[in-house]
């Protein structure tokens, strides 16, 4: 018989899927307090500022707050200082040098920072083995979302600068973070700068569009977030950008899902079952499977925004150990070049 033939009749095995998502089952008691307390605490402060976001909030103490919530013991933090805004090194105890992470962290682009985060940051830094360098990037209604992308690039060339290699680079952030990060790792593709080796997200905001999230099932779910605070932040950033003009017109916003995809690292995103990001996350996985994107979907199930934060909640530990799996799955092999 022809080998040919033969090989041809052969049962030819299937195209590896370039994207997975994961149910990861487990809503502990502890997960279910928080999302009560969640729902009558910060859920409707979040709808009182979505009737008017225009108002002079004062976000910066919430930023404040955060200082009640130190790092792991342990943990090393350093300031450094970017071209535009601040960031720190945060170094949990015992951690290697053979890679590291760049972190945005969320808040809807206008509150939160360093010291809101430093306990998530010191967790990560312990989960992933590697130091983590915050970026305190600059935030609305004085900044558009434009200066945080630019701030975020900057504290890539300060890693590559301090000896990092780009397959040593993890780029992460949480809600607000999660969009930075994918704008950032664009905006590395289109300066020609070296691509990281990639990008892992918390809950992300992937899409300033709201329709999507306000249809979704979620919408009446979300225990953080109420349907209306999507539209209003949304025209708050336009608020923000319609002061930016080049030539006499307002440069478009691009959001992440709308973008061209192609070149970005394996992608990991996380996020919980019944909040409203769910459906960012899960138009951004189909986004970027269709540009040949390795990324994989996690759904944690009746977990809240962002539920990583939360120490005393079981899944958030899982989380953590799912993220660190992720980063050594797609780290370059250990050669100590950079420094923190």
């Given at each position: 018989?022809?080998?040919?033939?033969?090989?041809?009749?052969?049962?030819?095995?299937?195209?590896?899927?370039?994207?997975?998502?994961?149910?990861?089952?487990?809503?502990?008691?502890?997960?279910?307090?928080?999302?009560?307390?969640?729902?009558?605490?910060?859920?409707?402060?979040?709808?009182?500022?979505?009737?008017?976001?225009?108002?002079?909030?004062?976000?910066?103490?919430?930023?404040?707050?955060?200082?009640?919530?130190?790092?792991?013991?342990?943990?090393?933090?350093?300031?450094?200082?970017?071209?535009?805004?601040?960031?720190?090194?945060?170094?949990?105890?015992?951690?290697?040098?053979?890679?590291?992470?760049?972190?945005?962290?969320?808040?809807?682009?206008?509150?939160?920072?360093?010291?809101?985060?430093?306990?998530?940051?010191?967790?990560?830094?312990?989960?992933?083995?590697?130091?983590?360098?915050?970026?305190?990037?600059?935030?609305?209604?004085?900044?558009?979302?434009?200066?945080?992308?630019?701030?975020?690039?900057?504290?890539?060339?300060?890693?590559?600068?301090?000896?990092?290699?780009?397959?040593?680079?993890?780029?992460?952030?949480?809600?607000?973070?999660?969009?930075?990060?994918?704008?950032?790792?664009?905006?590395?593709?289109?300066?020609?700068?070296?691509?990281?080796a990639g990008i892992f997200t918390m809950s992300p905001l992937t899409d300033m569009d709201p329709t999507g999230k306000i249809e979704h099932a979620n919408a009446s779910k979300c225990a953080v977030f109420p349907s209306g605070a999507v539209p209003a932040l949304t025209v708050l950033a336009d608020r923000v950008e319609a002061r930016i003009v080049v030539d006499g017109h307002r440069g478009p916003r691009v959001s992440p899902v709308d973008a061209d995809l192609t070149g970005l690292p394996p992608v990991l995103i996380q996020a919980g079952s019944t909040e409203i990001v769910l459906a960012d996350a899960e138009l951004m996985i189909e986004r970027l499977e269709a540009a040949g994107v390795h990324c994989e979907l996690q759904v944690w199930e009746d977990q809240v925004h962002v539920f990583q934060a939360a120490d005393f909640v079981p899944e958030s530990h899982r989380a953590l150990r799912e993220i660190g799996a992720f980063v050594r799955s797609h780290s370059a092999l250990p050669n100590v070049t950079g420094t923190a």
């Open positions: 018989m022809n080998p040919v033939l033969t090989a041809l009749k052969r049962p030819q095995p299937a195209p590896r899927s370039v994207s997975t998502r994961l149910d990861m089952a487990g809503s502990s008691l502890q997960s279910r307090a928080l999302a009560t307390y969640l729902q009558f605490t910060v859920r409707p402060f979040l709808s009182v500022w979505a009737k008017a976001p225009n108002l002079p909030w004062p976000m910066s103490v919430v930023d404040y707050a955060g200082m009640l919530m130190p790092p792991l013991k342990g943990t090393d933090t350093r300031s450094v200082m970017l071209a535009e805004c601040e960031a720190e090194w945060i170094r949990a105890e015992g951690v290697g040098n053979e890679r590291v992470v760049l972190y945005l962290h969320g808040g809807a682009f206008v509150c939160c920072g360093l010291n809101t985060h430093r306990r998530l940051t010191s967790r990560v830094s312990q989960s992933v083995d590697a130091p983590v360098l915050s970026v305190d990037y600059r935030m609305m209604p004085r900044n558009p979302i434009s200066h945080a992308v630019e701030d975020g690039v900057d504290g890539y060339r300060f890693l590559l600068d301090s000896g990092y290699r780009p397959d040593q680079i993890f780029i992460a952030g949480d809600s607000a973070g999660g969009y930075l990060s994918f704008m950032v790792a664009l905006t590395l593709r289109d300066l020609g700068l070296p691509t990281p």
